[in-house]
């Protein structure tokens, strides 16, 4: 990539966040309710990135998306430990391919432990492919 002396870039700083470190199960078990919990926080950054075209703009924007993200495993932790084992452990050691299908039983205890403790449903087939239309002002940056 070529850049010219007037382009900025951030510096480490800048872009140092805690990162998320989970396991590709891990994240795949708390994925549906993640994406539902930080939804606000994800739409503002993929508009972001969508409107103004430069990731350098967006970065606060991305930070948040991370901050939720740890809020939210970090709730999860604290409130259905056990039953978040249980599901990412079964999506791991079921299949080759961590399909779903295998761990209904294990998804639908944490399911419930999580609209139970954290007051988040598990989104229905479809949620996330929806039109939704934001609020939020880009632009003005």
Not at 28 to 37: E, I, P, Q, T, V
Not at 66 to 80: E, M, P, W
């Amino acid at each position: 990539m070529v850049i010219t002396n007037d382009i900025t870039l951030p510096s480490d700083e800048e872009l140092t966040v805690q990162e998320l470190n989970l396991s590709t199960s891990a994240l795949r078990a708390g994925a549906f309710h993640l994406g539902k919990s930080c939804e606000n926080q994800n739409n503002e950054f993929m508009l972001c990135r969508q409107e103004l075209d430069d990731p350098r703009a967006c970065i606060n924007e991305g930070k948040a998306v991370t901050s939720c993200a740890l809020d939210f495993f970090r709730k999860v932790k604290k409130t259905c430990h056990e039953e978040f084992l249980q599901y990412a452990t079964c999506l791991d050691k079921s299949s080759g391919n961590m399909a779903f299908g295998h761990c209904r039983k294990t998804q639908g205890v944490f399911d419930k432990c999580v609209s139970d403790n954290l007051g988040i449903d598990r989104p229905e087939y479809g949620y996330f492919t929806r039109a939704k239309v934001s609020n939020v002002l880009i632009c003005n940056k």
